[in-house]
């Protein structure tokens, strides 16, 4: 390898890191972390997930994910109630105040998929998409 900042993986990082500190700085902006719209758009999408589902769309660990909803819940974003049939499990769900910093951030990150799409092309979403997909099954 004559050349490992020409690498496939260098681009693949360095657009990685600009994407995230895209978002960051957006999201920041209105008083969310990357990791806490995940779990906001998640919660939308699917209300009661699991904290080890919500962990895994987030890319933290169980433990950190922890520390994220009790941050949420405080903020007013999401409310957790213990599971009906499971004592030590919590629901967590969106509340409106939830909803609405949702919308904000969402706004945030359709604008940098336009950006994305943007510098794409002229390739199609779909197939910058699918490509992604392959190489990080490929490492896995």
Same mark, same amino acid.
């Given at each position: $390898? ?6 496939? %993986?260098? &681009?693949? !990082? #360095? ?15 209105? %008083?969310?972390? $990357? =990791? #806490?719209?995940?779990? @906001?758009?998640?919660?939308?999408? !699917? =209300? ?17 994910? #922890?520390?994220? @909803? ?13 599971? =009906?049939?499971? %004592? ?11 909803? !609405?910093? *949702? ?15 943007? &510098?794409? &092309?002229?390739?199609?979403? !779909? ?5 992604? *997909?392959?190489?990080?099954?490929? @490492?896995?």
């Amino acid at each position: $390898m004559a050349d490992p900042y020409g690498t496939i %993986g260098f &681009a693949l !990082k #360095q657009a990685q890191q600009a994407l995230r500190a895209h978002l960051d700085t957006g999201l920041r902006e209105i %008083g969310l972390t $990357m =990791p #806490q719209y995940a779990v @906001l758009a998640f919660l939308n999408a !699917k =209300p009661g997930a699991s904290n080890a589902a919500l962990a895994r769309r987030a890319f933290v660990t169980p433990q950190t994910m #922890q520390a994220i @909803l009790v941050t949420l819940e405080r903020s007013g974003h999401v409310t957790r109630t213990p599971h =009906p049939e499971h %004592g030590r499990v919590q629901t967590t769900e969106l509340t409106a105040a939830g909803a !609405k910093v *949702l919308a904000a951030a969402t706004g945030i990150v359709a604008d940098a998929e336009v950006r994305l799409r943007s &510098a794409a &092309a002229p390739l199609e979403p !779909k197939v910058v998409a699918a490509m992604l *997909l392959r190489v990080a099954e490929a @490492l896995r």
